[in-house]
């Protein structure tokens, strides 16, 4: 069989992303053969022992799971919470892989959610070298002024980083507030809320409504499905390059 880098192989396992797996393969935590592992070695996946944490990783390359969720407010983009909050895993029922969400939404937040065991397709839709678009639907109130309007859309400072150029366009307004499109290309912790802020403007409801080319499509809130083989294709050819 042809040899693979090593970390390529976990990622394969299962384990977790091939970035995670550098940085354990650079701590000692890898044997191979029973030598301490190096980053970019190859392996013969069939014929190596490999060893992480004193556990034998057999060579499995399995058919990962992955699940797009409509994620309703109250929940936390996590698979476990010390203080006893609900997280999006509640919501799964029948699953026997051990999902992961990627990326996150805040407990107030709702819309799209993607969960997987791929490590490989995580550490792509998050690594910020990778721009696929993901789209917001943002209740805000009052009205959006032309000023309001290039804040938003300028390379604001958030938390000491200049972000983005984000995609604004004002959807709808009414007495209740103005429906906001907006689109990002990374996803620093709770942009658009502290986006808003520094506009001026009051979030009222935030939803994601779409990433990449993949949408909700009527998926009810708190509901989940398994990705398309087609879905699941676009999007490592979206992310495509390591």
């Given amino acids: 069989m042809e040899k693979i880098r090593l970390q390529k192989f976990m990622a394969d396992a299962g384990l977790m992303s091939r970035r995670a797996a550098e940085a354990e393969i650079e701590a000692g935590s890898v044997s191979v053969n029973g030598h301490v592992a190096f980053v970019g070695m190859k ?41 006893g909050r609900k997280c999006v895993t509640d919501l799964l029922e029948g699953i026997d892989a051990r999902v992961y969400p990627v990326g996150r939404l805040d407990m107030i937040s709702e819309g799209m959610l993607l969960l997987t065991d791929d490590g490989e397709l995580k550490n792509r839709l998050t690594h910020p070298s990778h721009t696929i678009g993901k789209v917001y639907r943002v209740k805000v109130g009052g009205s959006v002024s032309d000023e309001q309007l290039d804040i938003l859309s300028s390379p604001l400072l958030i938390d000491g980083y200049k972000i983005k150029p984000v995609e604004v366009v004002i959807g709808s307004e ?59 294709e676009y999007l490592y050819k979206a992310t495509k390059g390591d």
């Fill in 43 to 83: 392996i013969d996946p069939r014929a190596d022992v490999v060893v992480y944490r004193g556990r034998r990783i057999n060579y499995e390359r399995r058919r990962h799971t992955y699940i797009m969720m409509n994620k309703p407010r109250g929940y936390l983009s996590s698979t476990s919470d010390d203080r």
């Fill in 174 to 232: 009414d007495e209740s507030g103005t429906v906001l499109k907006m689109t990002l290309f990374e996803g620093r912790n709770r942009q658009i809320r502290k986006m808003c802020e520094q506009a001026g403007l009051e979030v009222k409801r935030l939803s994601r409504v779409s990433i990449g080319n993949l949408k909700l499509d009527g998926l009810p809130v708190g509901k989940w499905r398994y990705l398309e083989d087609s879905e699941v």
